[in-house]
């Protein structure tokens, strides 16, 4: 037990939280029929748990440092548990939504704490071998969320996607309290709180406006309000970032081109490769007519090639320089989303294998590898802040992917249908307006809203993948694999990277 019990309390939380990034998607439909939802209610169901994560992310950790690390753990766990429960209990999107903000709130807060709390239980081989768990577990949960979500949808209802949570929240708090030893960080480190509320008014500005847009339009005045209020905050953010004396994310990093490509890199994979999911899976169940398991069952495609690759590629690329797997990998997943292009009103789930097991392999090359290069593009001491970097500007990349890429979804559609009928169609409403539109006209429309939408998210992994290949240079990552894995300041760090 006290080998194995720690690992196994930080991992149910780790399991839990990442879950609920992938779990929802599948159940998206349902919840849309139950609750009367609208395309941006939707929308904001993924985007309001994925936002809270990132903006709070680094602030979390920070706290935790002074805190006390196992506190601010069992903290998270309740208010995941309990908003969990809300979420079930939904009575209308607004509820839902407020719920999500809520979990990933909690979501943060555990997050922010695995990996210290692993560095601070484990040294030596035994940290290797438990980060390896960590991180098999990480990816165990992203692959089991689309068809874990359908199986619970199709059978006890999609409340039970998130009432799952409360079981599996009390074994943890029990295990945690029980065998995990509380920790600190630098215990006379000032919380940066105004750095936390200006970077958490610019990743909610910017990802709302990203929403409106889809509705009411780019030039729209409102929309171009949200965006420059988006702008103000993100000034004043790194203003107060150069003036703290323990800045969430010191502005100056930037200036490393390394750690530039890596971040640049972050953002876009998890808006390539998982924020279009979202509509694939509205497409297959609304349109054409999959139940929820067999619509979660035809991502596995992706689940098992990113897991197949991930594992060996441990073994078969190491010492491969990490600029290489990661921007190759996001060059694959570009290709993988180029290969789902092509949808027409006669398409089936068959057009999607190809691009999705390209997308997987892409996948399964960037997740190990991109957190160690965030690390090893800043100096030693600089390790913590970047680990909590690199995660948040995944979470952001998936928040602002699901957003802008329904934005390009309906504007397509709306080409082929009237605005409103657009919106409705990408927001599950297929049933509804079959009355009135041909069924052939409704699926070309929604296959040609995909269609644009992956030529997006390919050029957008092309391009962040040839800027990760050009600016992550052999020579800051030499200088990481001389540090070795196992350094001290990544138990000091405020997040783990995401398997």
């Known amino acids: 037990m006290r080998t194995w019990g720690p690992l196994t309390a930080v991992c149910l939380g780790t399991f839990m939280l990442l879950l609920d990034v992938t779990i929802a998607v599948v159940a998206l439909p349902d919840m849309a029929r139950s609750l009367h939802a609208s395309l941006s209610d939707l929308q904001w169901v993924m985007d309001g748990y994925a936002l809270a994560l990132a903006a709070l992310l680094l602030g979390t950790g920070a706290a935790a440092d002074v805190l006390g690390r196992r506190r601010v753990h069992l903290a998270g766990i309740g208010v995941f548990a309990t908003a969990s429960l809300l979420c079930g209990l939904a009575t209308g999107p607004g509820m839902l939504v407020a719920a999500r903000g809520l979990q990933g709130l909690g979501a943060a807060a555990m997050f922010a704490t695995t990996l210290p709390l692993l560095g601070s239980l484990y040294q030596g081989r035994r940290r290797s071998v438990a980060l390896g768990v960590w991180g098999a577990v990480s990816g165990a949960a992203a692959a089991v969320g689309p068809v874990l979500g359908g199986l619970l949808t199709e059978g006890p209802g999609w409340r039970w996607i998130f009432w799952v949570n409360l079981p599996v929240s009390v074994v943890a708090v029990w295990l945690m309290v029980r065998v995990v030893p509380e920790s600190h960080g630098a215990r006379d480190r000032r919380l940066d709180w105004a750095g936390t509320v200006t970077f958490a008014a610019c990743a909610a500005a910017l990802t709302y406006g990203a929403v409106r847009a889809g509705s009411h339009g780019w030039g729209e005045g409102g929309t171009l309000v949200t965006f420059a209020v988006a702008a103000a905050a993100l000034v004043a953010f790194v203003a107060v970032e150069r003036r703290v004396r323990d800045p969430l994310l010191d502005p100056r990093l930037f200036l490393k081109p390394a750690f530039s490509g890596v971040m640049v890199g972050a953002l876009a994979f998890n ?168 069924e052939e006209a409704l699926r070309a429309a929604f296959a040609s809203g995909l269609d644009t939408a992956a030529v997006v998210a390919g050029v957008t992994a092309t391009v962040a993948g040839v800027l990760v290949i050009a600016l992550v240079r052999p020579s800051a990552r030499a200088a990481g694999r001389d540090a070795g894995p196992a350094r001290e300041p990544v138990a000091e760090g405020a997040a783990a990277p995401r398997g």
């Open 271 to 438: 808006a390539a490769a998982f924020s279009l999911m979202a509509y694939d899976s509205i497409w297959l169940q609304t349109v054409l007519g999959m139940s929820p398991v067999r619509g979660g069952l035809a991502f596995v495609w992706m689940s098992l090639s990113a897991f197949v690759v991930a594992a060996l590629g441990g073994r078969l690329l190491h010492g491969v320089p990490a600029g290489i797997t990661v921007g190759g990998g996001l060059l694959l997943i570009g290709a993988g989303q180029f290969c789902m292009t092509g949808l027409d009103a006669g398409s089936t789930a068959s057009a999607l294998v190809p691009g999705l097991v390209l997308v997987g392999v892409g996948t399964g090359l960037v997740t190990p590898g991109i957190a160690g290069a965030a690390l090893a593009s800043v100096e030693p001491q600089r390790a913590g802040m970047a680990g909590g970097a690199v995660n948040t500007f995944r979470q952001l990349g998936y928040a602002l992917g699901i957003a802008g890429y329904g934005t390009v979804v309906t504007h397509r559609m709306g080409e082929e249908l009237p605005r409103e009928a657009a919106h409705a169609l990408a927001g599950g409403g297929a049933g509804a307006l079959r009355g009135a539109f041909p």
